[in-house]
């Protein structure tokens, strides 16, 4: 009886929401399309991406059921949107090196979407909760903190990653000056500039060249900076919408980004 109900309501919930269903759909057969050529050109780590990715898209409809919750079409649509443009076109397809701001769009984009999270899941605490009661700036600003709290771990997922299986999330980059204390002869704690650096040589241990960089390769602590920077403004974003919305809980953009509690069936 319950398996019966349970389909039903599936049943239901894609005649209700036909263009959230057929985005679903249509990145779902991008996805294993995808997943088959990688499985022809044996790219098992690839494979593994995708397969992935075709559980996650299926996070929302997993989220609602388990916490009870109404999660809109428009954060719905943004999740698998961003999965598939993080997995399979930034990694798989390397749209993060084709693309120069790609990972800077989807950085900012999750710090918008998790800021909508925070801040929707405290809403829902301060609307049926008569022991708490908090004010507008104080949730908006649990939410900002939400949002930059799922941002650094983010960032310590992928530091954790390079450093266990020697993979690059954390993307380097060429720069042309240093400022450093290490070079200091005197240990003094003088910063000692190098500026117009055009090209450093790599050697092993028996002095043998490795490689020619054009410039001095910085090992991925610009890209975590601007990560969390450009996380920093999606969330602060949200909050001044936020903001507004608690003001009047009547502005129409902010409402397609609100998670509510599901109403009971009669």
């Known amino acids: ?16 929401n036909k263009s959230k269903f057929s985005v679903y759909l249509l990145l779902r057969g991008l996805i294993i399309l995808c997943l088959i050529l990688q499985l022809i050109r044996r790219e098992y ?37 961003f999965v598939f443009s993080a997995e399979i076109l930034g990694e798989i397809n390397n749209f ?33 909760l008569k022991s708490i009661n908090l004010s507008p ?13 799922i941002g650094v771990i983010w960032e310590f997922f992928e530091y ?15 720069i042309n000056e240093i400022h450093t204390v290490t070079l200091d002869p005197m240990q003094s704690n003088k910063v000692i500039t190098v500026d117009d650096i055009n090209y450093t040589i790599l050697y092993d241990q028996n ?10 390769l910085d090992i991925g602590l ?25 003001k009047n809980r009547d502005d129409k953009f902010i409402k397609n980004f609100i998670i509510k509690n599901k109403e009971p069936q009669v």
């Open 45 to 81: 780590e690839n494979v593994a991406l995708c397969i992935l990715s075709l559980i996650l898209l299926f996070l929302p409809f997993i989220i609602e059921r388990r916490l009870n919750v109404d999660l809109p079409n428009t954060v719905e649509i943004i999740i698998m949107v």
């Open 222 to 246: 610009n890209d975590t900076m601007k990560d969390l920077i450009v996380n920093f403004i999606g969330a602060v974003i949200f909050n001044i919408f936020g903001y507004i919305y608690l």
């Open 160 to 174: 954790g990653v390079d450093k266990t299986i020697h993979y690059d999330m954390q993307k380097d980059e060429y």
């Open 207 to 216: 002095n043998n060249e490795l490689v020619r960089l054009n410039g001095y």
């Open 137 to 149: 700036i104080f949730l908006c600003l649990f939410s900002f903190c939400f949002s930059m709290t």
């Open 96 to 128: 993060y090196g084709i693309i120069p701001f790609w990972d800077t769009m989807l950085h900012t984009l999750n710090g918008f979407l998790m800021a909508a999270i925070g801040f929707s899941l405290f809403d829902i605490l301060n609307k049926h």
């Open 1 to 16: 009886m319950k398996k019966h109900n349970y389909i039903k309501e599936i049943k239901e919930e894609i005649k209700n």
